[in-house]
Every structure is written in C-alpha cells, then in structure tokens.
C-alpha cells in the first residue's frame, strides 16, 4: 500500500493513468457479461419426435490366452 501511495505522489498522471485503464479493463467485461446474459435469453427451440429401429453390430475382440495351471490347497472335500 505504501509503494501506491509513493508512486501516486511521485507519478500522479502515470498513476492516474494505470487506475483508469484498470477501471476500463473491468467495465469492458462487465459489459460483456452483461451482454452474454441477455443473449443467453434469446433462444429458439423446435419440438422434434422421432421414431425407428436401431441396430447395434458389435465385434468381441477379447483374447484369452490359457497358458499355466491352478493349483488349489488339499481340503477335506478334495481328496
């Protein structure tokens, strides 16, 4: 804050100038803000019905590869 205050009592104009394209800046999107909200209302719209049959044609590309053996611990039910 003290380095505004200074730049402000050194370079009054320069510093004038930054606030104003600041305020600028701010004002330019607040108005385009406001611009795209009021357009965001103006919508049109169509009711559409529409009615078929689709098919689906599908390929299965999964790849099992059976290579090793299980082995299951020795219980009482596997003799």
Known sequence: MKELLQHFREQPKEAIKEVAMCVMI???CGAMLFLSAILQGCTASKG?????????????TTV???NGALKFKKSMFNN
Not at 48 to 60: E, F, L, N, P, S
């Open 48 to 60: 559409v019905t529409i009615r078929g049959k689709a098919t689906i044609v599908t390929t299965d």
């Open 64 to 66: 099992v590869k059976h």
């Open 26 to 28: 701010f004002a330019v």
